[in-house]
Structures are given as structure tokens and as C-alpha cells.
């Protein structure tokens, strides 16, 4: 695996400059979800510490199930060592009550839970996927990050989520143009209570209904109501309407509405501004 360079004005700078940086670290934990820049960062390491550094992925019941077997065949892939450790998430009231600073306390659980796990094993340093095109949005979770002493590579070397995509192609990394994939917890109202199986509710319909061809897909669950699906074509979601009722009630939503707004990031979010 290698990148020359040739293609993309600043792209190899950019590059080599992240392999840099790597190779200064002694050893480094890469908090790793599979996503297009996690991966690359795991990548990265790989080529610059070897075995000495190594992909800490963490189970939740707030990503669906199939991320996890996605994160460990893209790791296996690299040839990056991963490790899997439950992050027990529901566990932190924050999350289980989805209050509006859920994603800070998730961050500052799982930054806990993977320096335990790095100062245990003897790793010098915890570092993460974030770039500079995540700086365009509102994430409490960096916050919580540079709190804790978690090194942002991709972000030192002004990589962009554009420049990490091309990169990855370049370098023949599987999923280069995977969509990203947030958590559950934002399928749901603030201040809606979470539990296992409310998430593995949303996460069974959601695969249901891509598996009818729509991408992306949320399904965002109003408890007492039902469902609201939202994709890039609500009318082909209306007209495949039997289909997605029968999905929605496979997975146990007792009915289910189209969202003729279509899809958009943070309308959850968007929601909790409104409420306060």
C-alpha cells in the first residue's frame, strides 16, 4: 500500500505530512470505527508505526451491529492489529436519557475507557479520525477530545474529508466513498429514553428499507406515534409504501410516515434547538 503523491495539488504534502507525524509518536491507539477517515488514519499508522500501533474499536448498542463486522474486515484488510471493547454507553444516564449533551458524555466515556485500555498495554498516545472538513459542524464531541488529551492527525496535516477520499482511492482502500454513519441516538427526540431495544428497532428497519434500494436511509423513531423515514426519494418511498409498512412493522413500529422534506443531517438536532 503506498501513495506517490502524483495526483492532487497539496494532496501529497498533505499525505506525507500525516505519515509524519505518525512516525513521531511513539506508539499511538487509533479510535477506529471503519468510517472513510478512521480507516485512513488507520492506514496511515499502519505504514508509519507498524505494530506499534494498533485499531481500538468500540462496541455499542448505539451503532447498528453491522459496523462492527464492517470496522473488523477493513482493519484485517490494512493488516492493522484491532481491538474490540465494549463501551457500555447506556450505561452513562447522559446517553441513556439522550439529553442534549449526550455526544460530549459519550466522548468523554469512550476517551476514558481507550486510555485505560492504551496506558494498560503500554501505548504512549490515543489519536482520531477527526479532519478539517468536521470543523464546518458543530461536534461537542472535540470538546470532550482535546479535553483528554486525544491527538487529531488528519486535522495537524489540513486534511479535508475530500482529500481524505481521494487519498483513499489512490491508495485502494475498500469503502473510499462510504456514506457516513452517525449513531442511533439521533434517530430519536431529545430526552426520549434509549434502551437496547429501541436502538436495534431503528437499526433493523433502516437496513430493511436500503435493502430496497434507498441511500441514505434514517428512520426516526417518535415513541407512541411511530415512525418517520427519510431518504433522498420520499416519493419512491411512498410508492413502494406496502413494502416499507411491512419493514417498519417487522421491526415493531406500530405505523410509519414519509418525510417529504427528504434527507438532512442534524434534524434531530435541529429539533432540540427549537425546544429550547
Same mark, same amino acid.
Not at 156 to 182: K, N, Q, V, Y
Not at 207 to 222: D, E
Not at 247 to 263: H, M, N, P, S
Given at each position: 500500500?503506498?501513495?506517490? *503523491?502524483?495526483?492532487?495539488? *497539496?494532496?501529497?504534502?498533505?499525505?506525507? /505530512?500525516?505519515?509524519?507525524? %505518525?512516525?513521531?509518536?511513539?506508539?499511538?491507539?487509533?479510535?477506529?470505527?471503519?468510517?472513510?477517515?478512521?480507516?485512513?488514519?488507520?492506514?496511515?499508522?499502519?505504514?508509519?508505526?507498524?505494530? =506499534?500501533?494498533?485499531?481500538?474499536? !468500540?462496541?455499542?448498542?448505539?451503532?447498528?451491529?453491522?459496523?462492527?463486522?464492517?470496522?473488523?474486515?477493513?482493519?484485517?484488510?490494512?493488516?492493522?492489529?484491532?481491538?474490540?471493547?465494549?463501551?457500555?454507553?447506556?450505561?452513562?444516564?447522559?446517553?441513556?436519557?439522550? /439529553?442534549?449533551? /449526550?455526544?460530549?458524555?459519550?466522548?468523554?466515556?469512550?476517551?476514558?475507557?481507550?486510555?485505560?485500555?492504551?496506558?494498560?498495554?503500554? !501505548?504512549?498516545?490515543?489519536?482520531?479520525?477527526?479532519? +478539517?472538513?468536521?470543523?464546518?459542524? &458543530? @461536534?461537542?464531541?472535540?470538546?470532550?477530545?482535546?479535553?483528554?488529551?486525544?491527538?487529531?492527525?488528519? %486535522?495537524?496535516?489540513?486534511?479535508?474529508?475530500?482529500?481524505? =477520499?481521494?487519498?483513499?482511492?489512490? +491508495?485502494?482502500?475498500?469503502?473510499?466513498?462510504?456514506?457516513?454513519?452517525?449513531?442511533?441516538?439521533?434517530? !430519536?427526540?431529545?430526552?426520549?429514553?434509549?434502551?437496547?431495544?429501541?436502538? @436495534?428497532?431503528?437499526?433493523?428497519?433502516?437496513?430493511?428499507?436500503?435493502?430496497?434500494?434507498?441511500?441514505?436511509?434514517?428512520?426516526?423513531? !417518535?415513541? *407512541?406515534?411511530?415512525?418517520?423515514?427519510?431518504?433522498?426519494?420520499?416519493?419512491?418511498?411512498?410508492?413502494?409504501?406496502?413494502?416499507?409498512?411491512?419493514?417498519?412493522?417487522?421491526?415493531?413500529?406500530?405505523?410509519?410516515?414519509? &418525510?417529504?422534506?427528504?434527507?438532512?443531517?442534524?434534524?434531530?438536532?435541529?429539533?432540540?434547538?427549537?425546544?429550547?
Amino acid at each position: 500500500m503506498g501513495y506517490d *503523491g502524483k495526483s492532487g495539488t *497539496g494532496r501529497a504534502e498533505r499525505w506525507f /505530512r500525516l505519515l509524519g507525524l %505518525l512516525r513521531e509518536k511513539e506508539s499511538a491507539v487509533v479510535l477506529f470505527s471503519g468510517g472513510v477517515d478512521s480507516t485512513l488514519l488507520a492506514a496511515a499508522a499502519f505504514l508509519a508505526l507498524g505494530d =506499534r500501533a494498533v485499531a481500538l474499536t !468500540f462496541r455499542s448498542p448505539l451503532e447498528d451491529p453491522s459496523e462492527a463486522g464492517i470496522a473488523s474486515s477493513t482493519a484485517e484488510r490494512i493488516g492493522i492489529r484491532q481491538v474490540c471493547l465494549d463501551s457500555e454507553d447506556l450505561s452513562v444516564s447522559e446517553i441513556a436519557q439522550n /439529553r442534549p449533551d /449526550r455526544c460530549y458524555a459519550c466522548r468523554k466515556n469512550r476517551d476514558a475507557r481507550a486510555w485505560a485500555w492504551a496506558r494498560l498495554h503500554g !501505548f504512549a498516545s490515543v489519536v482520531d479520525g477527526l479532519s +478539517l472538513s468536521d470543523l464546518e459542524e &458543530d @461536534r461537542p464531541g472535540r470538546k470532550a477530545s482535546d479535553e483528554d488529551g486525544i491527538g487529531h492527525p488528519l %486535522l495537524e496535516a489540513a486534511l479535508g474529508r475530500e482529500d481524505i =477520499r481521494t487519498i483513499s482511492r489512490l +491508495l485502494g482502500i475498500e469503502g473510499a466513498d462510504r456514506p457516513g454513519s452517525p449513531c442511533l441516538a439521533t434517530r !430519536f427526540p431529545p430526552f426520549t429514553p434509549l434502551s437496547e431495544d429501541l436502538l @436495534r428497532q431503528v437499526g433493523r428497519a433502516e437496513r430493511g428499507i436500503a435493502a430496497l434500494g434507498f441511500s441514505p436511509v434514517r428512520v426516526r423513531s !417518535f415513541p *407512541g406515534l411511530g415512525a418517520v423515514v427519510e431518504t433522498d426519494d420520499p416519493s419512491g418511498v411512498a410508492a413502494r409504501r406496502e413494502d416499507v409498512l411491512r419493514i417498519l412493522k417487522e421491526a415493531g413500529f406500530r405505523g410509519g410516515f414519509v &418525510d417529504l422534506e427528504g434527507y438532512a443531517r442534524g434534524k434531530m438536532s435541529r429539533l432540540a434547538a427549537e425546544k429550547s
